[in-house]
């Protein structure tokens, strides 16, 4: 085995190394990946999530000006009321972030009888 063959075998070696460094490059520099934050624009808080059973939950959930009362299992997750935001269920502790118990907000959303 001589000194050729020995550059035979490493010399595509040295040339793919390169040609993935070149490709990773331009990658990284040009973000040809998508940037899916401009896709997260849209503020969703989790307001309150209550376990009703073993692996079923009530969620109140608030997105953008919509509070939602969800039913969430194991396979699905169901709308079970749309209410517009009201500043009302807000602590008043705290008024930036939604810290209220939860049977209030179910109250005072859920349909009187």
């Given at each position: 085995?001589?000194?050729?063959?020995?550059f035979n075998m490493l010399f595509p070696l040295f040339?793919?190394?390169?040609?993935?460094?070149?490709v990773w490059y331009f990658v990284s520099k040009k973000k040809f990946i998508?940037?899916?934050?401009?896709?997260?624009?849209?503020?969703?808080?989790?307001?309150?999530?209550?376990?009703?059973?073993p692996k079923k939950y009530i969620?109140?959930?608030?997105?953008?000006?919509?509070l939602l009362i969800l039913g969430i299992s194991d396979g699905s997750i169901n709308l079970l009321q749309e209410k517009e935001f009201d500043s009302s269920y807000l602590n008043n502790e705290n008024d930036d972030?939604?810290?209220s118990k939860f049977?209030?907000?179910l109250k005072n959303s859920w349909p009187s009888r």
């Open positions: 085995m001589g000194l050729g063959d020995i040339l793919i190394t390169i040609l993935l460094g070149v998508h940037n899916f934050s401009k896709y997260n624009s849209l503020p969703i808080d989790i307001v309150s999530v209550k376990s009703i059973m969620a109140v959930v608030r997105i953008e000006d919509k972030k939604m810290r049977h209030e907000i």
